[in-house]
């Protein structure tokens, strides 16, 4: 009578944020191969998912077999911006659109009116569910999924996250940043788009 969740879950996830803020890790490798030589430090990429995270498929339409399929992300293809995943099974690569990936990280509950045990548990995204937009999230201690809203779900400093119906500046939405801050007075994120753009976005206007 084990944890059916521990193989899901297993130490690897959210492995991504135990990255120090700004190392991407391909600057570091490429620094280790070239004998330690100095190479010019690459420029953070604050709407790319970091290398690593580990996600699964959804979505997929010619490849629908592969949907649910866990992997992880190897690398960020701008010019097609499209995303190198490598699956967990197969070792298989597959480059797919950003839309197309569930990044399973470690949230926090936060603000449920109807279960407040519930507030301030941590737990792991496991699905996305568009058509109710409500996130299936595991709670180890509680050894159950509970399904909620993204309002309700505080995302980890570092999470790579998209802006979704904000409806004061439209032309942000479905964009991608990464988040600084949570300011829980007014359940609101700090979300930094790019090396010169920080906006403060309502938690529920972010989803992953």
């Known amino acids: 009578g084990g944890d059916p969740f521990?193989?899901?879950?297993?130490?690897?996830?959210?492995g991504s944020s135990m990255r120090p803020p700004g190392?991407?890790?391909?600057?570091?490798?490429?620094?280790?191969?070239?004998g330690g030589m100095r190479q010019p430090?690459?420029?953070?990429?604050?709407?790319?998912?970091?290398?690593?995270t580990i996600i699964s498929l959804k979505d997929l339409v010619n490849k629908s077999d592969l949907n649910g399929d866990r992997g992880s992300v190897k690398q960020y293809v701008r010019q097609s911006n499209r995303y190198v995943v490598?699956?967990?099974?197969?070792?298989?690569?597959?480059?797919?659109?950003p839309e197309n990936?569930?990044?399973?990280v470690h949230v926090t509950i936060h603000d449920i009116q109807s279960q407040r045990e519930l507030n301030g548990k941590t737990g792991t995204v496991i699905t996305w569910f568009p058509t109710t937009?409500?996130?299936?999230?595991?709670?180890?201690?509680l050894k159950k999924v509970v399904s909620l809203?993204?309002?309700?779900?505080?995302?980890e400093t570092g999470v790579v996250a998209r802006v979704n119906g904000l409806e004061s500046r439209p032309e942000l939405n479905g964009?991608?940043?990464?988040?600084?801050?949570?300011?829980?007075?007014?359940?609101?994120?700090?979300?930094?788009?790019?090396?010169?753009?920080?906006?403060?976005?309502?938690?529920?206007?972010?989803?992953?």
């Open 86 to 97: 490598e699956l967990e099974d197969s070792e298989e690569t597959l480059s797919v659109k």
């Open 133 to 141: 937009e409500r996130y299936n999230i595991y709670v180890a201690s």
């Open 101 to 104: 990936i569930l990044q399973h």
């Open 175 to 208: 964009k991608w940043g990464t988040i600084k801050d949570w300011i829980r007075d007014s359940n609101k994120y700090n979300v930094q788009l790019s090396g010169s753009q920080i906006i403060r976005v309502k938690v529920e206007n972010m989803i992953l």
């Open 41 to 52: 430090s690459v420029k953070k990429e604050y709407n790319v998912i970091p290398r690593g």
């Open 149 to 155: 809203k993204p309002g309700n779900v505080v995302l």
């Open 23 to 34: 190392m991407g890790g391909s600057s570091m490798a490429m620094g280790n191969q070239m």
């Open 6 to 14: 521990s193989s899901f879950l297993g130490s690897s996830m959210g």
